[in-house]
């Protein structure tokens, strides 16, 4: 296993059968090995971005998801404009030099709106990124000519029969073909898995890092699938922590230069589960600066958010965490190909 992991270090590559053996073995030197070249490529600066959970109206179905519009248990809020704007100050004068406004698919949220967001929000010089789901290659082209940056859309699983059973209203073709409609509107590209959703395999966990290397994407999230009790997959498996933190090692093997995030999902189902990442790959925190009268309601799976600290006190805790492990909060905007 150790020669294998070192190859992969090496030449940035694997055969779907070698990431098999990875993901299959029990083997520490994966996470040292990936935690080395993160240092290598990125540097021990953590890069934070502040993410505003700007609606939690979504049309979609996605059966893990606690938002999804057949759950009839959820509190649906939108932040106005001017909300998302009076967040994204104060995320700036906290120091944050990313915001990523993330919702779900909300009609109410048209091309114009988002536009006229996306531009104010530029006015703060920061970094900006989208994740609002599947568009047409004009809305992308549009969000990006308005001045985002970035922009994120896990394809959730290559597994293109689980995806179907799992989307009862998308279309993996589709999906497939956002992703490179928002390279195309030349977006920083985000993407990234579930981890241990019912039905999933081995091998098809090997594609989604095999589809991650051919997108050549620009940041990969990867979350264990925690299972949310209005949904469908309530009673489902919730022990993925350990091959989520796999899946992110190799993914860092294979894209050295690229920004991972220690996931919230991460953090949610293992104590330390956030510094655990940051040592096995990782190197961005996204600490949620949404207030806390919204945040308890954006429950995409249980326990997800920290409801009762508001968003001054989450930055305080996650860069405290940041210095324990001595690293440090980095001061650049952090794009893929930034200088160290
Ligand atoms: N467990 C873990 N992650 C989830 N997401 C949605 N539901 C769950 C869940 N039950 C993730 C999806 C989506 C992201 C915003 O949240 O991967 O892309
Ligand atoms: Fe909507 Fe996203 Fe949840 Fe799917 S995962 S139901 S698209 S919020």
Redesign the pocket.
């Known amino acids: 296993m150790k020669k294998l992991t070192e190859k992969a270090a090496k030449e940035n590559k694997l055969s779907k059968n070698e990431i098999i053996e990875l993901l299959i073995n029990e083997n520490p030197f994966l996470f040292k090995l990936a935690d080395k070249i993160r240092k290598q490529t990125k540097g021990d600066a953590v890069h934070l971005r502040a993410l505003i959970e700007f609606t939690?109206i979504?049309?979609?179905?996605?059966y893990?998801?606690?938002?999804?519009?057949d759950n009839k248990n959820v509190q649906r809020y939108r932040l106005s404009i001017d909300e998302i704007i009076e967040c994204s100050v104060k995320a700036k004068q906290a120091g944050y030099q990313t915001i990523v406004l993330q919702g779900?698919?909300d009609a109410f949220f048209d091309t114009d709106k988002i536009c006229k967001i996306i531009k104010e929000i530029k006015k703060l010089d920061v970094a900006l990124t989208l994740s609002i789901?599947e568009k047409s290659y004009e809305e992308y082209k549009a969000f990006k000519d308005a001045g985002a940056d970035r922009y994120l859309l896990r394809i959730e699983t290559t597994d293109k029969e689980l995806y179907q059973k799992l989307?009862p209203k998308m279309n993996f073709e589709n999906r497939i073909k956002c992703l490179y409609n928002i390279k195309l509107s030349g977006f920083e590209t985000g993407t990234g898995c579930l981890v241990g959703l019912p039905g999933q395999t081995i091998e098809s966990l090997a594609a989604d890092i095999m589809f991650f290397k051919e997108l050549d994407a620009d940041m990969i999230g990867i979350g264990p699938f925690i299972p949310h009790p209005d949904t469908p997959l309530g009673n489902e498996n919730k022990n993925n922590f350990d091959m989520a933190l796999k899946v992110m090692a190799i993914t860092r093997l294979l894209l050295p230069d690229i920004n991972i995030p220690a996931t919230t999902a991460m953090e949610t189902i293992k104590p330390n589960g956030r510094i655990i990442a940051l040592q096995s790959g990782a190197n961005v925190i996204m600490p949620n600066l949404t207030e806390i009268k919204y945040k308890s309601k954006y429950e995409?799976y249980p326990e997800k958010n920290n409801s009762n600290i508001n968003g001054e006190e989450e930055t305080i805790k996650v860069i405290k965490e940041i210095e324990s492990i001595k690293r440090t909060v980095a001061v650049s905007k952090g794009y893929r190909h930034d200088i160290k």
């Open positions: 939690n979504c049309k979609q179905n996605c893990y998801c606690g938002l999804r519009c779900g698919e789901g989307h995409l």
